[in-house]
């Protein structure tokens, strides 16, 4: 079965300080992981997909499959990042891309 | 603002009634999901639909179903409401499932009573 596990429900962090969510994940064959947010009275969005590598508003994340882990990492805190992250994975290749999702962190940056 | 609506935005009903909640895809979408999303949890996929045929199921019993129409917009049904059903409905459309295309509406709050 497939699992995400975020363990940290609450995370605050000063601005302009360092930040990174966890995500640890299990899945028996190759996942597609992502990050989604969640801003306040907004909709959830896709933030960003370990395929594409990218960096989305400063944002990075690393897949370590030795560690099964997906980290979103940012090294300066804005309090505009103040949101629900949400960690997520699909299996690669699969007819239904279905989401399976963490429970999520709502982050708050401090001024 | 993305085009992926859904009504009603909140609701009541009581145990053992049924309940039709509507999603109107982005345009130029044909593949149209569905989750619940329990307070303080993430999204759990109930199924997806394309082009009016359901392609794919998590780990939901019968009782909640589904149908697409032609213009690929979306209800979800759900029979014989137990109380832990009270949660809120995210539809999400993209183009072919693609998850990079995919958007989100703003959800139906149920609750059940």
């Known amino acids: 079965a497939q699992r995400v596990t975020q363990p940290e429900k609450l995370l605050s962090v000063f601005k302009g300080a360092p930040v990174e969510l966890k995500c640890n994940y299990s899945?028996?064959?190759?996942?597609?992981l992502f990050w989604y947010v969640q801003y306040s009275r907004q909709r959830l969005q896709l933030l960003l997909r370990h395929i594409s590598r990218e960096s989305i508003k400063g944002f990075t994340a690393d897949l370590n499959k030795g560690e099964t882990s997906f980290h979103l990492k940012k090294p300066f805190a804005q309090e505009e990042d103040s949101a629900m992250y949400y960690c997520?994975?699909?299996?690669?290749?699969?007819?239904?891309?279905?989401?399976?999702f963490g429970s999520g962190t709502q982050l708050t940056v401090l001024p | 603002e993305t085009g992926v609506t859904q009504s009603p935005t909140h609701l009541i009903k009581t145990r053992g009634q049924q309940v039709t909640l509507r999603c109107s895809s982005q345009s130029g979408h044909n593949t149209v999901s569905w989750y619940q999303q329990a307070l303080g949890q993430g999204p759990q996929f109930i199924f997806q639909?394309?082009?009016?045929?359901?392609?794919g199921r998590g780990n939901f019993p019968p009782r909640f179903s589904g149908l697409q129409f032609p213009n690929y917009s979306s209800e979800l049904n759900v029979n014989a409401l137990e109380l832990d059903d009270s949660a809120l409905y995210l539809c999400?459309?993209?183009?072919?499932?693609?998850?990079?295309?995919?958007?989100f509406g703003p959800g139906t709050r149920l609750l059940v009573l």
């Open positions: 899945y028996s064959g190759s996942p597609e």
């Open positions: 639909y394309y082009r009016e045929e359901e392609n």
């Open positions: 997520a994975l699909t299996g690669l290749g699969g007819s239904a891309r279905q989401l399976t």
């Open positions: 999400a459309s993209s183009l072919t499932g693609a998850l990079e295309t995919q958007y």
